[in-house]
């Protein structure tokens, strides 16, 4: 069951000053960075508040390191701007394939590591209306050892 948004995910050309933006005009502070190889980015979590299940909703600041990666893509095309929402859930296997089941495709076999150790999946924008979707489940709601994202 999906009951919260884990994070909003913004697209930008320069990490550090997006950062400073947001610290300068909201006041959010950086909670987390990283760089994820595999998805292409350098990103930042900006932690927003705490929601009813225990875990958080986050912004995610991301810049590509590859000008081939999905952020390096969709920012030559559109600009900066935001690149997808992300659903949070205790189980994001049972709620991917739930959701694969209804025809919407679901871009990874299995669930791949995502920030802060997380495990992540997609849905293809163009079967959500145009949105790209993620579903996520927190380090925090995995079962102990299991934080490969494999
Ligand atoms: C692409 N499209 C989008 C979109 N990206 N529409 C809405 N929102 C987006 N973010 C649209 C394009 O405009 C295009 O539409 C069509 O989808 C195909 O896009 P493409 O870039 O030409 O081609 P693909 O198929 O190579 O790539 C699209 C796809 C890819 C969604 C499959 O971006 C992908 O695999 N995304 C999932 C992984 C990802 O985004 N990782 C970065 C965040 P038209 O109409 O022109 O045909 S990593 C992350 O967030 C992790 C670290 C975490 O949360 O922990």
Redesign the pocket.
């Known amino acids: 069951m999906l009951t919260r948004i884990d ?1 909003i ?1 913004i ?1 930008c050309f320069d990490l550090d000053a997006t950062v400073e933006f947001y610290r300068a005009t909201y006041g959010f502070e950086v909670h987390h960075s990283e760089i ?1 190889e595999e ?3 350098r ?1 930042a979590m900006l932690r927003i508040n705490g929601t009813d299940d225990g875990a958080a909703s986050y912004l ?1 600041l ?1 810049q590509p390191i590859r000008e081939d ?3 390096g ?2 920012l030559a ?2 600009g900066e701007g935001v ?2 929402i ?1 659903f949070g859930t205790a189980d994001v296997d049972a709620d991917s394939e739930g959701i694969r089941d209804k025809g919407v495709r679901v ?1 990874y076999d299995k669930p791949r ?4 150790d ?1 495990r ?1 999946t ?1 849905l ?3 079967d959500c209306h ?3 979707t ?1 579903i ?1 489940t927190a380090a925090s709601a995995q079962a102990p050892g299991d934080s490969s994202g494999h």
């Open positions: 994070h995910g697209a994820n998805q292409g980015v990103e995610q991301l990666s999905p952020v893509k969709w095309k559109n690149h997808h992300a871009l590591r995502g920030s802060m997380s992540i997609f293809h924008p163009k145009g949105v790209l993620e996520v």
